[in-house]
């Protein structure tokens, strides 16, 4: 019981969230707004785009600079030996792949002697030291470390733009639903009008039928008008529920029936002059950027194993200054100072070289396989976008067609009634020609519904202008 009031409660808050748009018009701009808000899929993805840039920051930490410290204590009582031992080194690694460690070395102890005519004594030693790596082979100018690093830029590039074209998609399905529920609320006015007409008719046919001046048959045909008018209305209303579902989807909310968002009506949106208005290709969708990086992550990759899995010469160098402070019983003291380097080298070479081989033709293959699916996506994207290009044409030009022959049928509707009342037409060419000005007034809706999907999916998905421009992967 705890549980359904808690949820109760949450629910009411939640609701109460969107009251201040309540009553006034939800501009596809606020809709947007209250996506980010309130959409948790959306929210989700934003999420990890997030965490992927934060971690994209984190791969330079390669370069970054170290501190290390131990101490430790030994006890030995069978040699006499008490001794503490401290550390302390700075660590670095540098773009050219040489590695320096910067330390210090503190060590003091007393000693026991069990030797005759010798003292006991204590020692301190301070040595700092400087030690340098530096692969001549595989790491020469940091290009293994530079492989690993890109690597692993180029899958979190490729896993950001497959995240934002998440995005961009899930708002254009938003914004279709945006528009849908508009498009379904239109439609209803669109059929109250149509069946208020009908009714007209009808009305005007009854008193023509009691006054013995029409045939039954024209009053059951403007009795059908009218059913099929209210069969219509009734399938507009259960359209819209449909589509106000979705919509409150998006917002993840759902609301009574008396409590609905209010967009923009598609009346105003049938103005727009769509003549006037050019889609544009700018950029590069992210799905082809994502492919891209991926076939950047495998060459790196591809690389990186190459010279990982090779010979290698490190030179390796040290440099050390010390200082010994010896104090004996009778308090003479003694000190010795000095220092010393030394240089070697480190030779290795894998003998497994058929492995070697076989490896990196699966690398090789790796790269390949990356740049066929880049071909295939870019040709893919680049077909929608050329469909999308003919659809935009093709309703704009059915759009002017639609919209001539809806006035034709409005003047043919208007010239019917006109001779209906005159006794010159029959009820049944009034209602034939009701239901062509419906069809003609219909097609022209579903033709700027369809321009306006079709707007929303250029400027959503093939609108991004930070991408540059690539070489075209469909040749």
């Known amino acids: 019981m705890k549980s359904l009031r808690l949820f109760a409660l949450v629910a009411f808050m939640h609701t109460m969230s969107f009251a201040s748009v309540f009553g006034e018009v939800l501009t596809i701009k606020s809709y947007l707004k209250l996506l980010e808000e309130h959409n948790p899929e959306l929210k989700s993805i934003q999420s990890n785009i997030d965490a992927v840039e934060g971690k994209l920051a984190e791969i330079e930490r390669v370069y970054s600079y170290y501190l290390n410290a131990d101490t430790s204590f030994s006890d030995n009582s069978a040699s006499g030996l008490q001794e503490t031992v401290y550390n302390l080194g700075l660590n670095k690694q540098f773009a050219t792949g040489t590695q320096v460690t910067l330390g210090f070395a503190a060590k003091s102890g007393n000693y026991k002697t069990s030797y005759v005519n010798q003292a006991d004594y204590s020692l301190s030693v301070f040595t700092p030291t400087l030690q340098l790596q530096q692969s001549l082979f595989k790491n020469l100018n940091g290009a293994m470390t530079k492989a690993s690093i890109e690597k692993a830029k180029a899958e979190a590039k490729s896993t950001l733009h497959s995240l934002k074209y998440q995005k961009q998609y899930l708002l254009f399905q938003a914004k279709n639903a945006y528009w849908n529920l508009s498009y379904r609320r239109r439609l209803i006015d669109f059929r109250k009008t149509s069946l208020e007409r009908a009714r007209k008719i009808l009305d005007w046919n009854a008193k023509r039928y009691k006054l013995d001046l029409a045939e039954k048959t024209d009053l059951l045909q403007s009795q059908a008008a009218v059913k099929m008018g209210e069969l219509n209305l009734k399938l507009a209303y259960e359209d819209e529920i449909k589509a106000d579902r979705l919509f409150n989807q998006f917002l993840n909310v759902t609301l009574q029936s008396d409590k609905k ?29 994502a492919s891209l990086e991926k076939i950047h992550s495998a060459e790196f990759e591809r690389l990186y194993h190459k010279k990982n899995s090779g010979a290698d010469l490190v030179l390796v160098g040290e440099f050390d200054i010390y200082n010994v402070n010896q104090k004996v019983k009778n308090f003479t003291d003694q000190q010795s100072d000095g220092s010393g380097y030394s240089v070697g080298f480190q030779w290795s070479v894998p003998l497994d070289f058929k492995i070697r081989e076989i490896a990196d033709a699966g690398y090789l293959h790796a790269v390949e396989a990356a740049q ?22 093709n309703a704009k030009k059915r759009l002017s067609l639609v919209a001539e022959i809806e006035e034709i049928q409005r003047t043919r509707n208007e010239e019917d009634k006109n001779l209906l009342r005159r006794g010159r037409s029959t009820t049944y060419l009034v209602l034939q020609g009701e239901q062509d000005l419906d069809n003609a007034t219909l097609n022209v809706l579903t033709v700027v519904l369809e321009l306006m999907t079709l707007r929303e999916q250029a400027e959503t998905l093939y609108n991004n202008p930070e991408s540059g421009n690539v070489e075209n992967l469909t040749q």
Do not use: P
């Open 261 to 289: 968002f209010d967009v923009i009506k598609f009346n105003d949106v049938e103005k727009t002059l769509f003549n006037k208005i050019e889609i544009k290709d700018v950029g590069i969708r992210l799905d082809i950027l």
């Open 372 to 393: 066929q699916d880049a071909k295939a996506i870019a040709l893919l994207a680049k077909n929608e976008w050329l469909e999308l290009v003919d659809n935009w044409n």
